[in-house]
């Protein structure tokens, strides 16, 4: 596609169950990226996608965290269990190159509020 | 640990003022972006710059990028309304290249 597409846009979900978020990078972009983004804490780092291979899962913050690519395409971040600190903006994006030096183009997010 | 310091936090001027938003690290970075976020999108790329001295320029908006490749500034003149936004910077580390970094970032209002 023409952009980084993300669904849902909005999310609200009870506590204690899982919720998908899905990612659809730009057409031929390798390598893809997710962020989280909470009230003044700016842009955290989740995961990083080199084709369907996740070289660096350092920053999920817990094993309720897990992500998957299929097809060097789509991606798909999963939380299970949600908590209320869960709650924040997820941020998908990809890049042309391996490297980030060339910058990322973002989708709009998905916004979770956990209740 | 914040490795990109933007200062100031906030920011709120009037329309034709002019503005530089600062960011700063004690790391090196092979690369330095600024990007900016309005409400309810993503954060969108303005420009990224590669070597210490660099500066580019967009319209009204001048980067540079520290000699040292620590840190840089985003300078604005004649501010308008549709300046305003989340600014951020995000530098990628010596040691990985790919993993962006970002500062907190700069919410700047221009009022008409």
């Known amino acids: 596609g023409a952009g980084v597409s993300q669904s849902p846009s909005n999310k609200v979900t009870e506590k204690g169950k899982d919720v998908e978020l899905r990612c659809d990078p730009i057409s031929g972009h390798t390598a893809l990226y997710w962020y989280r983004q909470s009230l003044g804490q700016g842009l955290e780092f989740l995961i990083y996608f080199q084709g369907n291979s996740a070289p660096d899962k350092s920053g999920l913050p817990s094993d309720r965290f897990s992500a998957e690519r299929t097809g060097g395409s789509v991606s798909t971040l999963t939380i299970q269990r949600t908590q209320q600190e869960d709650s924040a903006v997820y941020l998908c994006?990809?890049?042309?190159?391996?490297?980030?030096?060339?910058?990322?183009?973002f989708g709009s997010g998905t916004r979770l509020t956990v209740v | 640990t914040q490795l990109l310091e933007q200062s100031p936090q906030f920011l709120s001027i009037q329309e034709g003022e002019n503005l530089t938003v600062y960011c700063n690290s004690s790391?090196?970075?092979?690369?330095l972006q600024w990007y900016r976020q309005e409400p309810g999108e993503g954060p969108v790329l303005l420009v990224t710059v590669v070597t210490g001295g660099e500066v580019k320029k967009l319209k009204r908006l001048t980067f540079q990028f520290g000699d040292a490749r620590k840190d840089s500034s985003l300078h604005i003149t004649a501010a308008q309304p549709g300046d305003t936004g989340l600014y951020l910077c995000?530098?990628?580390?010596?040691?990985?290249?790919?993993?962006?970094?970002f500062g907190k970032g700069t919410l700047l209002t221009v009022n008409p």
């Open positions: 995000a530098g990628v580390e010596g040691g990985s290249n790919y993993k962006l970094t």
């Open positions: 994006a990809s890049s042309q190159t391996k490297t980030g030096i060339g910058g990322y183009t």
């Open positions: 790391s090196v970075f092979s690369s």
